[in-house]
């Protein structure tokens, strides 16, 4: 068995507090593009119609792209076996927390507990008037932008938009996370995004250990990194959960 992988096991079997930080590449197996590098959607789409000054200067046009990206697409996403290896982590006391850049639902579609949404999730739109919540399975995307039904004002999905504050809860729980974990298993993010990306080294700088599944190096792999499982996440999982022998 390679030793990276043993010593990523031994280190998540021994630690006493474990937190996975997840971005885009966890989901790509399960059908969802990430925004970066290969087939990236920002290399198709303007990353400017998820700007917050955009879409309430041209809400139609925004809600048009967002459609096609979040709600054709991710509605018929399933989580994939990296989904479901951090449920079985759960299930047996080897991971406390779950902090996720996406807002795709699957580590909760998957049964994850202790989800934690830095940036929101689509399964929600949130009326920009009333602030009325709706689940957005409930509502036709045949119009845009859909509106309100109490109010008539303008819904938004319940992610953060660039631009947008961050929502309380889940940074205050990734604060607490890098301050107290003493081991941060990071899954498919390139580092990239403020203010999400600085946890890891904050992780780091009071002492855990950091293990990386990614595809390609990532900002952190040269840096914090202390052992790198270069692969698909579903196949790293895969071989972690094989190698702590649980289910
Ligand atoms: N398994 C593991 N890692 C993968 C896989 C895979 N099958 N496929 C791609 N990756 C890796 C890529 O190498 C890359 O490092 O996933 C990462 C995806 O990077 P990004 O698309 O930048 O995703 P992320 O880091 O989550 O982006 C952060 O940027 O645009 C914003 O709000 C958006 O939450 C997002 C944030």
Known sequence: MDSELSQAADLIFKSSR????????????????????????WSKYDPGFLDIDFFYQQPQKS???????????????????????????????????????????????????????????SQFLICTNCHQKYSSENI????????CNECKG????DFIFFGEPIPQKPYRQSYYEAQNSDLFILIGTTGEVMPACMFPYMAKQQGAKIIEINT?????T??????????????????????LNIK
């Open 140 to 147: 036709k995307l045949d119009n845009l932008p859909p509106v």
């Open 154 to 157: 303008i819904l938004k999905p």
């Open 18 to 41: 474990t937190t996975a930080f997840t971005g885009a590449g966890i989901s790509v197996e399960s059908g969802i593009p990430p925004f970066r590098g290969d087939n990236g959607l």
């Open 216 to 220: 390609n190096p990532s900002h952190y």
């Open 222 to 243: 040269d840096g914090i990194t202390d052992i790198f499982l270069q692969g698909k996440a579903s196949e790293k999982m895969n071989d972690l959960i094989n190698c």
């Open 63 to 121: 809600w048009k792209i967002i459609k096609e990206i979040f709600y054709d697409f991710f509605s018929k996403a399933e989580p994939n076996d990296a989904h479901r290896g951090l449920v079985i982590l759960q299930k047996n006391n080897l991971l406390t927390t779950i902090i996720t850049q996406n807002i795709d639902y699957l580590h909760q579609k998957a049964g994850s507990e202790e989800v934690y949404e830095f940036h929101g999730n």
